[in-house]
């Protein structure tokens, strides 16, 4: 028996596990499910002697309903985390819904084999539709809304920080700041060096497919596409500095058009530095991005998942990370019929959270919302039968827990504006 199941034992799985172990009595008993199981079993033994929760672990693919289910029946817990990758997202939603668990994840669904037929059929009709070609969206997701409303479980989509954290900096803003959001960018900065000439800091599979994509923009009322870094700005990051930061098509976009009622443009900028995108762009041009099965020496191999195992492990990156990560959202808008701009932001020292938990800030800042969401949603604060991105639900308990559990969030008024 547990409370609640974490699936995973990655970057962000093992922030979250260990904040949760932390967290005793809403995390009484914690059972670490994953892929390999010996990530997990060393997740516990470190855990040992520091914690009241009771750890336990199990091994489990994730892609695997059936699997799933089993280990939901066997552990009955309240809830899932699903900290595995956004392939699984579908699978752990069904295992969910068959055993009457609430759910919580950080990333919406994607698929892993874009070559898929049937796939791609839906994807192609998404993209004409809709009017952005990125590989993942939240249809997919949303579309068990009323199985689980049926089911009379709550679903908690995209908590991690972004999307996650700056989706409830936006339910914030509003509640507290504006009568009506207008604009909505949301800067990403990460200002820390780990002295590897290339390295992603989370899952290099996800994070390449998501960087190397076509960015799109929210404005009055429907998508506008760019070319992968075309539209480029810079900006001057309290505690970091001035980055170059790029336009990035990102999901919190595609669910904040739809919850911030009155906004009229929505963007997403990531900085990135020289050497990264001229990695990348050489990666991509040998074909070392792809997602499709090619053949070598006899034997499938699907090209980013080869490269995924030459890269070094996000969770490597801890002990040589140095500098420190600056994410937040500018709002403009109007409160009492005057305009008005807000910045909501969060800064992360890497090696605070190296010394704290063995992990970089990128982990670090993903898995503390992830288990705040979890917290929220077993606590009975954030629950209602239904799908839900976290935007939807009232931002100040999960403002305060970002506080009290190592997030802290400054407010500007009247910040530099991103032309
Ligand atoms: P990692 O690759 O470090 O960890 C993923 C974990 O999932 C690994 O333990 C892996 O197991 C496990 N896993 C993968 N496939 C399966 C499967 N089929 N069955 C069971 N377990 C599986 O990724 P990260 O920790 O960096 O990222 C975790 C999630 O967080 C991703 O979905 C990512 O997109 C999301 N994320 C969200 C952010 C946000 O701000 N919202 C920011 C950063 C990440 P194994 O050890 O065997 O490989």
């Excluded at 008993?29 to 009241?52: H, M, N, P, Q, V």
């Excluded at 695997?64 to 309240?78: F, H, S």
């Excluded at 207008?182 to 960087?211: K, M, Q, S, W």
Aim: charged content about 25%.
């Amino acid at each position: 028996m547990a409370e609640i199941v974490i699936i995973g034992c990655g970057g962000v799985a093992s922030v979250a596990i260990q904040k949760c172990a932390k967290k005793a009595d809403v995390f009484s008993e914690i059972c670490i499910a994953s892929r390999t199981i010996s990530k997990c079993d060393a997740l516990k033994e470190k855990l040992e002697g520091t914690t009241e929760a009771k750890i336990t672990t199990a091994k489990v693919d994730a892609d695997n309903v059936e699997e799933l289910i089993a280990l939901l029946k066997k552990e009955k817990p309240k809830a899932v985390l699903n900290l595995a990758l956004p392939y699984q997202d579908l699978t752990i939603m069904d295992a969910c819904l068959a055993c009457g668990v609430d759910y919580i994840d950080t990333a919406n669904y994607e698929a892993e084999d874009t070559e898929d037929p049937e796939w791609r059929a839906a994807y192609e009709k998404r993209c004409k539709e809709a009017g952005f070609t990125a590989y993942f969206d939240y249809s997919w997701q949303w579309a068990y809304r009323e199985r689980f409303e049926k089911a009379g479980i709550t679903a908690l989509l995209g908590s991690g920080f972004d999307p996650g954290v700056t989706s409830v900096f936006s339910a914030y803003a509003l509640k507290h700041y504006f009568d009506e959001i207008h604009r909505i960018d949301i800067l990403d900065c990460n200002g820390g060096d780990h002295g590897y000439p290339f390295a992603t800091n989370f899952n290099p599979e996800i994070n390449l497919r998501e960087v190397s994509a076509n960015g799109s923009y929210w404005e009055n009322g429907h998508w506008v596409e760019t070319k992968p870094m075309e539209i480029k700005r810079e900006y001057d990051f309290a505690q970091v500095g001035k980055k170059d930061m790029y336009l990035l098509h990102h999901e919190e976009i595609e669910s904040l058009a739809k919850n911030i009622p009155g906004i009229q443009r929505i963007r997403f900028f990531m900085t990135f530095g020289q050497s990264y995108l001229t990695h990348m762009k050489c990666l991509e041009n040998v074909g070392m991005l792809r997602t499709d099965p090619v053949v070598f020496e006899g034997r499938e191999i699907v090209p980013i998942q080869f490269l995924k195992t030459l890269l070094p492990d996000p969770a490597s990156l801890g002990p040589r990370t140095v500098g420190k990560t600056n994410i937040g959202c500018i709002f403009t808008g109007v409160k009492d019929g005057k305009e008005k701009s807000v910045y909501i932001y969060n800064v992360c020292d890497h090696q605070e959270c190296y010394r704290e938990l063995g992990s970089q800030a990128i982990s670090y800042t993903t898995g503390v919302p992830a288990m705040i969401g979890a917290m929220l949603v077993m606590k009975g604060t954030w629950k209602r039968a239904g799908v839900f991105n976290v935007e939807e639900f009232d931002p100040d308990p999960f403002m305060e827990a970002l506080n009290e559990y190592g997030l802290p969030w400054v407010v500007e008024e009247n910040p530099v504006l991103v032309d």
